[in-house]
């Protein structure tokens, strides 16, 4: 069965630092996909980064990078230069392509960003 | 603005009363899902729907129905609202290739009493 975990409920980091935040998967299917996504205190759900399991490259998107290891079934986000607006609550996902179209998610890791 | 609307964003209800959550989107996309979030337990898909008329149970489907007789729009209904069912909602939508990430609405806080 699909798991995502994530070990950390929560995290500081001083602004301007750069930041990694954990998640591991576990999946039988060879196909597969990962996404991040934040979670500001207001409460909407942002899509960040994707990462599918046959593609060579970690992906980017501006300051977010995913430190993809396949090997180690992990797929931490990282975040450089954090800024005071990145303070929110990061979510880890999973979708296979078994047939199933499920989407599952982590308990979330909550980011403070010091000033 | 390609989004996903949800009503009503706040509801108070007592146990028992049947209510429905509606969800809309206007980007044409296939696949939309419900999901609960409660602190500690991340979100947990309740159902999901692949098209019209094609709907499958999520990890917490007990309690909910769902119906998908348009493409735009994904109502979520309990019959019969129980105070364990208190939590935030989200629908969410997404385009059919593998690599989308759902688009969610602004989500429901829903408390049954």
């Known amino acids: 069965a699909q798991k995502i975990t994530q070990t950390q409920p929560g995290m500081f980091v001083q602004e301007k630092e750069a930041v990694t935040l954990d998640c591991t998967y576990d999946?039988?299917?060879?196909?597969?996909?990962l996404f991040w996504y934040k979670q500001p205190s207001s409460g909407e759900m942002i899509f960040l980064i994707y990462q599918g399991s046959y593609d060579q490259q970690n992906a980017t998107e501006g300051r977010y990078s995913l430190n993809f290891q396949k090997a180690r079934k992990s797929a931490n986000l990282v975040i450089s230069a954090s800024q005071l607006g990145d303070s929110a609550m990061y979510f880890c996902a999973m979708r296979d392509t078994s047939g199933t179209y499920k989407y599952i998610f982590g308990t979330g890791t909550r980011l403070k960003v010091l000033a | 603005e390609a989004q996903v609307t949800q009503n009503p964003r706040y509801l108070i209800t007592v146990t028992g009363k049947k209510l429905t959550v509606t969800c809309s989107q206007n980007m044409n996309h296939e696949y939309m899902s419900w999901y609960r979030q409660d602190p500690g337990l991340g979100l947990r898909q309740i159902y999901y729907?692949?098209?019209?008329?094609?709907?499958d149970k999520g990890d917490v489907p007990e309690g909910y129905k769902v119906s998908r007789k348009e493409k735009r729009n994904f109502p979520l209904i309990l019959e019969s609202p129980s105070p364990n069912q208190t939590s935030l909602y989200f629908c969410a939508s997404r385009g059919g290739g593998v690599g989308y990430g759902y688009t969610f609405g602004s989500g429901t806080r829903l408390t049954v009493v």
């Open positions: 999946t039988s299917d060879p196909s597969y996909g």
């Open positions: 729907s692949m098209n019209v008329e094609v709907t």
